[in-house]
Protein backbone atom coordinates (compact mmCIF):
# COMPACT_ATOMS: atom_id res chain seq x y z
CA UNK A 1 0.00 0.00 0.00
CA UNK A 2 2.78 2.02 0.27
CA UNK A 3 3.46 2.59 -3.62
CA UNK A 4 0.13 1.91 -4.87
CA UNK A 5 -2.95 4.15 -3.51
CA UNK A 6 -6.59 3.01 -4.58
CA UNK A 7 -8.16 6.36 -3.13
CA UNK A 8 -7.08 9.65 -3.15
CA UNK A 9 -7.58 13.05 -2.44
CA UNK A 10 -9.53 13.81 -5.83
CA UNK A 11 -11.95 11.34 -5.50
CA UNK A 12 -13.52 13.06 -2.54
CA UNK A 13 -12.64 16.72 -4.18
CA UNK A 14 -16.46 17.81 -2.59
CA UNK A 15 -16.06 16.64 0.44
CA UNK A 16 -16.07 19.54 3.04
CA UNK A 17 -14.05 18.01 6.00
CA UNK A 18 -17.02 18.86 8.18
CA UNK A 19 -16.94 19.83 12.01
CA UNK A 20 -19.33 17.09 13.38
CA UNK A 21 -19.61 15.99 10.26
CA UNK A 22 -23.21 14.89 9.55
CA UNK A 23 -22.20 12.05 7.54
CA UNK A 24 -21.19 10.80 10.74
CA UNK A 25 -24.14 11.68 12.47
CA UNK A 26 -26.03 9.91 10.14
CA UNK A 27 -24.28 6.34 10.21
CA UNK A 28 -24.93 4.40 13.36
CA UNK A 29 -22.03 1.64 12.85
CA UNK A 30 -18.76 3.99 12.65
CA UNK A 31 -17.86 7.14 11.50
CA UNK A 32 -17.55 7.84 7.71
CA UNK A 33 -16.87 11.41 8.42
CA UNK A 34 -13.20 10.64 10.61
CA UNK A 35 -12.81 8.08 7.46
CA UNK A 36 -13.12 11.08 4.65
CA UNK A 37 -10.57 13.16 7.04
CA UNK A 38 -8.23 10.28 6.87
CA UNK A 39 -8.06 9.93 3.01
CA UNK A 40 -8.00 13.55 2.62
CA UNK A 41 -5.06 13.60 4.54
CA UNK A 42 -3.59 10.72 2.58
CA UNK A 43 -4.03 8.23 5.27
CA UNK A 44 -6.22 5.51 3.66
CA UNK A 45 -4.81 2.31 4.78
CA UNK A 46 -5.66 3.20 8.62
CA UNK A 47 -9.01 4.85 7.68
CA UNK A 48 -9.90 1.05 5.97
CA UNK A 49 -8.48 -0.80 9.30
CA UNK A 50 -10.10 1.36 11.12
CA UNK A 51 -13.49 0.31 10.05
CA UNK A 52 -15.81 -2.67 10.57
CA UNK A 53 -14.97 -6.18 9.75
CA UNK A 54 -16.98 -6.93 6.18
CA UNK A 55 -18.41 -4.39 3.95
CA UNK A 56 -20.57 -2.06 6.45
CA UNK A 57 -22.35 -0.56 3.96
CA UNK A 58 -22.97 -3.36 1.48
CA UNK A 59 -27.21 -3.40 2.84
CA UNK A 60 -27.27 0.00 3.77
CA UNK A 61 -29.39 2.75 1.69
CA UNK A 62 -26.59 5.52 2.60
CA UNK A 63 -28.59 8.43 5.10
CA UNK A 64 -24.90 9.51 5.32
CA UNK A 65 -25.18 10.95 1.59
CA UNK A 66 -28.47 12.04 2.34
CA UNK A 67 -26.97 14.23 5.22
CA UNK A 68 -24.22 15.56 3.51
CA UNK A 69 -23.98 19.51 2.98
CA UNK A 70 -21.87 19.73 0.19
CA UNK A 71 -23.31 21.18 -2.45
CA UNK A 72 -22.31 18.52 -4.56
CA UNK A 73 -22.76 15.13 -3.00
CA UNK A 74 -19.78 13.08 -1.82
CA UNK A 75 -19.99 9.60 -2.57
CA UNK A 76 -19.42 8.14 0.76
CA UNK A 77 -20.67 5.10 0.25
CA UNK A 78 -19.08 4.37 -2.91
CA UNK A 79 -15.99 5.88 -0.90
CA UNK A 80 -16.49 3.41 2.10
CA UNK A 81 -17.09 0.07 0.14
CA UNK A 82 -13.59 1.03 -1.35
CA UNK A 83 -11.91 1.07 1.65
CA UNK A 84 -13.87 -1.89 2.97
CA UNK A 85 -13.31 -3.97 -0.22
CA UNK A 86 -9.85 -3.04 -1.91
CA UNK A 87 -7.96 -1.11 0.34
CA UNK A 88 -8.19 -2.99 3.69
CA UNK A 89 -7.50 -6.69 1.82
CA UNK A 90 -4.34 -5.61 0.54
CA UNK A 91 -3.12 -3.80 3.83
CA UNK A 92 0.30 -5.62 4.71
CA UNK A 93 -0.17 -5.54 8.75
CA UNK A 94 -2.38 -4.85 11.63
CA UNK A 95 -2.71 -1.31 12.63
CA UNK A 96 0.17 -0.79 15.63
CA UNK A 97 -1.16 -1.33 19.35
CA UNK A 98 0.97 1.43 20.55
CA UNK A 99 2.70 4.50 19.29
CA UNK A 100 6.11 4.02 21.28
CA UNK A 101 7.98 4.04 17.87
CA UNK A 102 6.94 7.68 17.94
CA UNK A 103 9.06 8.77 20.64
CA UNK A 104 11.59 10.87 20.18
CA UNK A 105 13.37 13.67 21.70
CA UNK A 106 14.84 17.83 21.43
CA UNK A 107 18.34 18.16 22.50
CA UNK A 108 17.84 15.00 25.02
CA UNK A 109 14.05 16.23 26.34
CA UNK A 110 11.43 13.89 25.68
CA UNK A 111 8.54 14.13 22.91
CA UNK A 112 5.82 11.50 22.65
CA UNK A 113 6.06 11.91 19.07
CA UNK A 114 7.56 14.28 16.49
CA UNK A 115 4.61 16.99 16.21
CA UNK A 116 4.97 20.23 17.53
CA UNK A 117 2.51 23.12 16.72
CA UNK A 118 5.25 26.01 15.29
CA UNK A 119 5.28 29.61 16.96
CA UNK A 120 2.22 31.28 15.66
CA UNK A 121 -1.62 32.21 16.47
CA UNK A 122 -2.20 28.41 16.33
CA UNK A 123 -0.14 28.36 20.12
CA UNK A 124 -1.16 31.63 21.44
CA UNK A 125 -3.18 31.54 24.35
CA UNK A 126 -3.93 28.90 26.58
CA UNK A 127 -6.64 27.19 25.69
CA UNK A 128 -5.61 26.69 22.22
CA UNK A 129 -2.39 25.22 23.65
CA UNK A 130 -4.54 22.97 25.88
CA UNK A 131 -6.89 21.92 23.13
CA UNK A 132 -3.75 20.87 20.91
CA UNK A 133 -2.07 19.01 24.02
CA UNK A 134 -5.30 17.18 24.43
CA UNK A 135 -5.61 16.29 20.77
CA UNK A 136 -2.42 15.04 20.61
CA UNK A 137 0.66 17.31 19.94
CA UNK A 138 3.29 16.65 21.49
CA UNK A 139 4.07 20.10 22.29
CA UNK A 140 4.05 23.87 21.25
CA UNK A 141 6.33 26.90 20.04
CA UNK A 142 4.44 29.05 21.64
CA UNK A 143 3.89 32.78 19.64
CA UNK A 144 6.55 34.83 19.86
CA UNK A 145 7.34 36.84 23.06
CA UNK A 146 8.56 40.31 22.95
CA UNK A 147 8.62 43.31 25.07
CA UNK A 148 7.25 45.16 21.85
CA UNK A 149 3.87 47.15 21.89
CA UNK A 150 2.45 44.54 19.21
CA UNK A 151 -0.89 46.27 16.97
CA UNK A 152 -1.95 44.03 14.13
CA UNK A 153 -3.71 45.12 11.04
CA UNK A 154 -6.60 43.91 9.72
CA UNK A 155 -7.00 41.71 7.72
CA UNK A 156 -3.88 40.14 7.88
CA UNK A 157 -3.94 36.66 5.79
CA UNK A 158 -4.59 36.03 2.12
CA UNK A 159 -4.11 32.90 0.35
CA UNK A 160 -3.77 31.24 -3.08
CA UNK A 161 -6.27 27.99 -3.39
CA UNK A 162 -6.50 25.26 -5.54
CA UNK A 163 -9.33 23.94 -7.38
CA UNK A 164 -11.23 22.41 -4.71
CA UNK A 165 -10.89 25.42 -2.71
CA UNK A 166 -8.11 24.43 -0.66
CA UNK A 167 -5.24 26.42 0.52
CA UNK A 168 -2.21 26.00 -1.24
CA UNK A 169 -0.15 28.95 -0.54
CA UNK A 170 -0.93 30.89 2.64
CA UNK A 171 0.38 34.77 3.25
CA UNK A 172 0.67 36.78 6.17
CA UNK A 173 1.26 40.19 8.02
CA UNK A 174 1.10 39.09 11.27
CA UNK A 175 3.50 39.85 14.21
CA UNK A 176 4.47 38.57 17.56
CA UNK A 177 2.61 37.83 20.91
CA UNK A 178 0.29 41.07 21.63
CA UNK A 179 -0.34 39.14 25.36
CA UNK A 180 2.72 40.70 28.10
CA UNK A 181 5.43 38.98 28.84
CA UNK A 182 3.90 38.80 32.34
CA UNK A 183 1.28 37.42 30.59
CA UNK A 184 2.88 34.83 28.85
CA UNK A 185 4.77 33.25 31.49
CA UNK A 186 1.51 32.92 33.40
CA UNK A 187 0.69 30.67 30.31
CA UNK A 188 3.47 28.56 30.53
CA UNK A 189 3.20 28.31 34.00
CA UNK A 190 -0.28 26.69 33.88
CA UNK A 191 0.68 24.57 30.66
CA UNK A 192 3.57 22.95 32.56
CA UNK A 193 1.18 22.32 35.48
CA UNK A 194 -1.61 20.71 33.61
CA UNK A 195 0.39 19.25 30.96
CA UNK A 196 3.93 18.05 32.68
CA UNK A 197 4.49 15.46 29.69
CA UNK A 198 4.43 18.21 26.86
CA UNK A 199 7.02 19.68 25.52
CA UNK A 200 6.84 23.96 25.59
CA UNK A 201 9.14 25.72 23.27
CA UNK A 202 9.68 29.17 24.42
CA UNK A 203 9.90 31.50 21.33
CA UNK A 204 11.84 34.83 22.13
CA UNK A 205 12.62 37.95 20.30
CA UNK A 206 14.73 40.44 22.52
CA UNK A 207 15.93 44.27 21.41
CA UNK A 208 19.25 44.23 22.16
CA UNK A 209 21.85 41.79 24.20
CA UNK A 210 19.83 42.13 27.81
CA UNK A 211 16.66 41.49 26.20
CA UNK A 212 17.29 38.27 24.97
CA UNK A 213 19.10 37.00 27.83
CA UNK A 214 16.47 38.55 30.28
CA UNK A 215 13.52 36.54 28.25
CA UNK A 216 15.40 33.25 28.26
CA UNK A 217 15.67 33.30 31.48
CA UNK A 218 12.35 33.86 32.39
CA UNK A 219 10.85 31.59 30.01
CA UNK A 220 12.99 28.42 31.47
CA UNK A 221 12.06 29.95 34.97
CA UNK A 222 8.77 29.65 34.18
CA UNK A 223 8.78 26.43 32.84
CA UNK A 224 9.98 26.29 29.22
CA UNK A 225 11.51 23.07 28.24
CA UNK A 226 13.70 24.23 25.23
CA UNK A 227 14.05 28.22 23.99
CA UNK A 228 13.39 29.44 19.91
CA UNK A 229 15.35 31.96 18.83
CA UNK A 230 13.40 34.12 16.12
CA UNK A 231 15.58 35.18 14.22
CA UNK A 232 13.55 34.93 10.88
CA UNK A 233 9.71 36.73 11.36
CA UNK A 234 9.84 38.30 7.67
CA UNK A 235 6.96 40.83 9.39
CA UNK A 236 8.51 43.08 11.97
CA UNK A 237 7.91 47.01 11.69
CA UNK A 238 11.28 48.00 12.78
CA UNK A 239 14.70 47.51 11.11
CA UNK A 240 17.10 45.53 12.84
CA UNK A 241 14.45 42.49 13.87
CA UNK A 242 13.76 39.63 12.77
CA UNK A 243 14.55 38.24 9.45
CA UNK A 244 16.56 41.19 9.35
CA UNK A 245 19.42 39.48 12.25
CA UNK A 246 18.74 35.97 10.27
CA UNK A 247 20.95 37.30 7.42
CA UNK A 248 24.00 38.52 9.15
CA UNK A 249 25.48 35.76 10.40
CA UNK A 250 27.45 37.86 13.06
CA UNK A 251 24.02 39.11 14.70
CA UNK A 252 22.66 35.32 14.63
CA UNK A 253 26.20 34.79 16.93
CA UNK A 254 25.79 37.36 19.27
CA UNK A 255 22.06 37.46 20.10
CA UNK A 256 22.18 33.16 20.69
CA UNK A 257 24.99 34.05 23.08
CA UNK A 258 23.36 36.38 24.52
CA UNK A 259 19.86 33.99 25.18
CA UNK A 260 22.28 30.68 26.02
CA UNK A 261 24.08 33.04 29.27
CA UNK A 262 20.56 33.53 30.22
CA UNK A 263 19.46 29.33 30.41
CA UNK A 264 20.67 25.97 31.01
CA UNK A 265 18.01 24.62 28.90
CA UNK A 266 18.31 23.91 24.59
CA UNK A 267 18.01 26.78 22.75
CA UNK A 268 17.40 26.26 18.78
CA UNK A 269 18.11 29.11 16.51
CA UNK A 270 15.14 30.04 14.15
CA UNK A 271 16.67 30.81 10.72
CA UNK A 272 15.39 33.09 8.12
CA UNK A 273 14.89 31.26 4.78
CA UNK A 274 15.33 34.56 3.12
CA UNK A 275 19.37 33.89 2.06
CA UNK A 276 20.67 31.84 -0.78
CA UNK A 277 21.89 29.43 1.67
CA UNK A 278 21.03 28.77 5.40
CA UNK A 279 24.67 27.25 6.74
CA UNK A 280 26.56 30.47 7.18
CA UNK A 281 23.56 31.77 9.82
CA UNK A 282 23.58 28.17 11.32
CA UNK A 283 27.02 27.79 11.87
CA UNK A 284 27.39 31.24 13.47
CA UNK A 285 24.04 30.47 15.71
CA UNK A 286 26.30 26.71 16.95
CA UNK A 287 29.26 29.39 17.28
CA UNK A 288 26.93 31.04 19.89
CA UNK A 289 26.00 28.38 21.70
CA UNK A 290 22.79 27.30 20.26
CA UNK A 291 22.09 23.49 20.24
CA UNK A 292 19.72 23.05 17.46
CA UNK A 293 18.21 24.98 14.53
CA UNK A 294 14.54 25.60 13.41
CA UNK A 295 14.05 25.98 9.79
CA UNK A 296 12.15 27.48 7.69
CA UNK A 297 9.81 30.74 8.78
CA UNK A 298 7.55 31.78 5.84
CA UNK A 299 9.45 33.53 2.75
CA UNK A 300 9.13 36.88 1.65
CA UNK A 301 5.77 37.59 -0.91
CA UNK A 302 3.51 39.14 -2.35
CA UNK A 303 0.01 37.70 -3.53
CA UNK A 304 -3.19 38.64 -5.39
CA UNK A 305 -2.56 41.77 -6.75
CA UNK A 306 -5.75 42.99 -7.68
CA UNK A 307 -6.31 44.38 -11.24
CA UNK A 308 -8.58 47.11 -10.02
CA UNK A 309 -6.99 48.87 -7.11
CA UNK A 310 -3.44 47.38 -7.85
CA UNK A 311 -3.20 46.41 -4.27
CA UNK A 312 -1.77 43.52 -3.44
CA UNK A 313 -3.32 41.01 -0.71
CA UNK A 314 -4.27 41.46 2.28
CA UNK A 315 -5.39 45.07 1.03
CA UNK A 316 -5.67 47.49 4.94
CA UNK A 317 -7.45 50.54 3.56
CA UNK A 318 -6.34 50.31 0.10
CA UNK A 319 -2.34 49.29 1.21
CA UNK A 320 -0.40 45.91 1.28
CA UNK A 321 2.80 45.30 2.68
CA UNK A 322 5.19 42.23 1.67
CA UNK A 323 4.30 39.18 4.39
CA UNK A 324 5.82 35.84 4.64
CA UNK A 325 4.38 32.95 2.77
CA UNK A 326 3.87 29.34 3.64
CA UNK A 327 1.90 26.29 3.68
CA UNK A 328 2.01 23.11 0.64
CA UNK A 329 3.29 25.81 -1.84
CA UNK A 330 6.49 25.78 0.32
CA UNK A 331 7.64 22.40 1.15
CA UNK A 332 9.94 22.39 -1.60
CA UNK A 333 11.70 24.91 -0.03
CA UNK A 334 11.54 24.26 2.97
CA UNK A 335 13.27 20.43 2.29
CA UNK A 336 15.83 22.19 0.38
CA UNK A 337 16.85 23.61 3.49
CA UNK A 338 16.70 21.34 6.14
CA UNK A 339 18.78 19.01 3.59
CA UNK A 340 21.57 21.48 3.61
CA UNK A 341 21.91 21.98 7.43
CA UNK A 342 21.48 17.69 7.75
CA UNK A 343 24.75 17.20 4.76
CA UNK A 344 26.58 20.02 7.12
CA UNK A 345 29.32 18.25 8.71
CA UNK A 346 29.79 21.11 10.59
CA UNK A 347 26.28 21.22 12.30
CA UNK A 348 26.88 17.46 13.46
CA UNK A 349 24.83 16.38 16.37
CA UNK A 350 22.91 19.80 16.47
CA UNK A 351 18.52 19.06 16.21
CA UNK A 352 17.15 20.59 13.59
CA UNK A 353 13.55 21.13 14.04
CA UNK A 354 11.81 21.66 10.52
CA UNK A 355 8.67 22.90 9.52
CA UNK A 356 7.01 24.30 6.09
CA UNK A 357 4.25 23.22 4.32
CA UNK A 358 3.60 20.04 6.26
CA UNK A 359 0.49 18.59 5.54
CA UNK A 360 0.28 14.90 5.72
CA UNK A 361 2.23 12.40 7.42
CA UNK A 362 3.98 11.77 4.22
CA UNK A 363 4.85 15.56 4.28
CA UNK A 364 6.36 15.22 8.27
CA UNK A 365 8.25 11.75 6.14
CA UNK A 366 9.98 13.76 4.21
CA UNK A 367 11.33 16.67 6.55
CA UNK A 368 12.73 13.75 9.36
CA UNK A 369 14.33 11.76 6.01
CA UNK A 370 16.14 15.07 5.21
CA UNK A 371 17.47 15.30 8.62
CA UNK A 372 14.90 17.23 10.80
CA UNK A 373 14.19 15.59 14.23
CA UNK A 374 11.00 17.14 15.14
CA UNK A 375 8.30 18.94 12.92
CA UNK A 376 6.32 22.12 13.50
CA UNK A 377 3.04 22.72 12.27
CA UNK A 378 0.76 26.17 11.33
CA UNK A 379 -0.71 26.52 8.16
CA UNK A 380 -2.12 23.03 7.74
CA UNK A 381 -3.67 23.38 11.33
CA UNK A 382 -5.18 27.08 10.47
CA UNK A 383 -7.11 25.89 7.93
CA UNK A 384 -7.71 22.43 9.22
CA UNK A 385 -7.72 22.24 12.71
CA UNK A 386 -6.14 20.80 15.77
CA UNK A 387 -7.11 17.16 14.33
CA UNK A 388 -5.33 16.68 11.71
CA UNK A 389 -2.68 14.95 14.63
CA UNK A 390 -4.73 12.20 14.61
CA UNK A 391 -3.37 11.36 10.95
CA UNK A 392 -0.05 12.44 11.38
CA UNK A 393 0.86 10.01 14.26
CA UNK A 394 -1.21 7.46 13.03
CA UNK A 395 -0.25 7.39 9.23
CA UNK A 396 3.81 7.69 10.41
CA UNK A 397 3.28 5.02 12.56
CA UNK A 398 1.66 2.43 10.86
CA UNK A 399 4.36 3.51 7.91
CA UNK A 400 7.14 2.78 10.67
CA UNK A 401 5.82 -0.20 11.94
CA UNK A 402 5.25 -1.69 7.83
CA UNK A 403 8.65 -1.21 7.07
CA UNK A 404 9.77 -2.67 10.15
CA UNK A 405 11.52 0.36 11.74
CA UNK A 406 11.30 0.44 15.04
CA UNK A 407 12.07 4.00 16.30
CA UNK A 408 11.16 6.92 14.38
CA UNK A 409 14.75 7.89 15.09
CA UNK A 410 16.03 5.48 13.38
CA UNK A 411 15.25 7.35 10.08
CA UNK A 412 15.78 11.06 10.74
CA UNK A 413 18.44 11.70 7.83
CA UNK A 414 17.73 8.49 5.80
CA UNK A 415 17.41 10.23 2.84
CA UNK A 416 20.48 12.51 3.23
CA UNK A 417 23.00 9.84 0.82
CA UNK A 418 20.28 10.37 -2.12
CA UNK A 419 20.06 14.49 -2.12
CA UNK A 420 23.12 16.18 -4.15
CA UNK A 421 23.78 19.78 -4.60
CA UNK A 422 24.72 19.67 -8.46
CA UNK A 423 23.11 17.48 -11.12
CA UNK A 424 26.42 16.34 -11.70
CA UNK A 425 25.61 13.09 -10.07
CA UNK A 426 23.09 12.10 -12.39
CA UNK A 427 23.31 8.93 -14.81
CA UNK A 428 21.90 10.21 -18.12
CA UNK A 429 22.84 7.37 -20.11
CA UNK A 430 19.41 5.75 -20.39
CA UNK A 431 15.88 7.13 -21.13
CA UNK A 432 12.76 5.55 -18.83
CA UNK A 433 10.16 5.91 -21.03
CA UNK A 434 6.39 6.48 -20.31
CA UNK A 435 3.55 3.31 -20.25
CA UNK A 436 0.15 3.82 -21.27
CA UNK A 437 -2.54 2.55 -19.29
CA UNK A 438 -5.42 2.43 -21.76
CA UNK A 439 -8.34 0.81 -19.98
CA UNK A 440 -7.64 4.51 -17.65
CA UNK A 441 -7.31 6.50 -20.88
CA UNK A 442 -10.51 8.71 -21.40
CA UNK A 443 -8.63 10.47 -24.89
CA UNK A 444 -8.81 13.37 -23.34
CA UNK A 445 -5.73 13.91 -25.21
CA UNK A 446 -3.64 16.78 -22.39
CA UNK A 447 -0.40 14.65 -22.95
CA UNK A 448 -0.14 15.01 -26.60
CA UNK A 449 -0.82 18.87 -26.23
CA UNK A 450 1.87 19.13 -23.38
CA UNK A 451 4.21 16.97 -25.28
CA UNK A 452 3.89 19.05 -28.02
CA UNK A 453 3.78 22.36 -26.85
CA UNK A 454 6.03 21.62 -23.85
CA UNK A 455 7.96 18.40 -24.71
CA UNK A 456 9.65 16.51 -27.50
CA UNK A 457 6.33 15.92 -29.81
CA UNK A 458 6.73 12.01 -29.15
CA UNK A 459 3.19 11.42 -28.59
CA UNK A 460 0.67 10.80 -31.75
CA UNK A 461 -3.02 11.21 -31.46
CA UNK A 462 -5.28 8.52 -33.14
CA UNK A 463 -8.51 7.56 -32.75
CA UNK A 464 -8.59 9.80 -29.44
CA UNK A 465 -5.58 7.53 -28.58
CA UNK A 466 -2.17 8.24 -27.10
CA UNK A 467 0.63 6.46 -29.03
CA UNK A 468 4.22 6.62 -28.27
CA UNK A 469 7.00 7.07 -30.47
CA UNK A 470 9.85 6.18 -29.01
CA UNK A 471 12.11 7.16 -31.82
CA UNK A 472 11.95 10.65 -30.50
CA UNK A 473 11.06 10.76 -26.73
CA UNK A 474 13.79 11.61 -24.24
CA UNK A 475 11.79 10.58 -21.01
CA UNK A 476 11.14 13.72 -19.26
CA UNK A 477 7.87 12.17 -18.34
CA UNK A 478 6.02 15.85 -18.45
CA UNK A 479 2.81 13.17 -20.15
CA UNK A 480 2.96 11.58 -16.55
CA UNK A 481 2.63 14.33 -14.67
CA UNK A 482 0.00 16.18 -16.66
CA UNK A 483 -2.29 12.87 -17.35
CA UNK A 484 -5.90 13.87 -15.13
CA UNK A 485 -6.25 10.23 -14.46
CA UNK A 486 -2.98 8.48 -13.52
CA UNK A 487 -3.30 6.77 -16.40
CA UNK A 488 0.16 7.07 -17.15
CA UNK A 489 2.86 5.24 -15.43
CA UNK A 490 7.34 5.00 -15.51
CA UNK A 491 7.88 2.12 -18.02
CA UNK A 492 10.87 0.27 -20.02
CA UNK A 493 14.41 1.59 -20.21
CA UNK A 494 16.64 1.96 -22.99
CA UNK A 495 20.21 2.71 -23.37
CA UNK A 496 20.08 6.02 -25.38
CA UNK A 497 21.35 5.65 -28.90
CA UNK A 498 24.70 7.47 -30.18
Not at 99 to 113: A, H, T
Not at 189 to 205: G, H
Not at 273 to 280: F, T
Request: hydrophobic share 40%.
Amino acid sequence: MLLQKQIKRSDMISCLLCKDAPCSRACSRFEPGEALRSIWFDNPDVAALRMPEGDPCLHCDAPCEEACVSCSRVPVKGLMTELSCAVRPKAEIELPKDEERLKCDICGVPLENPFLLSSSVVASTYDMCSRAFEAGWAGASFKTICSFDIHEASPRFSAITGDNGSIIGFKNIEQLSDHSVAENMHIFRELKKNYPNKFILASIMGQDEEEWESLARLCEENGADAIELNFSCPNMQEEGLGSDIGQIPELVEKYTRAAKQGTSIPVLAKLTPNVAVMSPAAEAALRGGADGISAINTIKSIIGVNPLTLVSAPAVKGRSAIGGYSGNAVKPIALRFVSELGQNPKLDGMHISGMGGVETWRDSLEFLLMGAGSIQVTTAVMQYGYRIIDDLKSGLNYYLAQMGIHSVKDIIGAGLDFVSDTTDVLERDTVLFPKFDLDKCVGCGRCVISCNDGGHQAIKFEDRRPKLDGSICVGCHLCLLVCPRGAISPGKKRIKRS
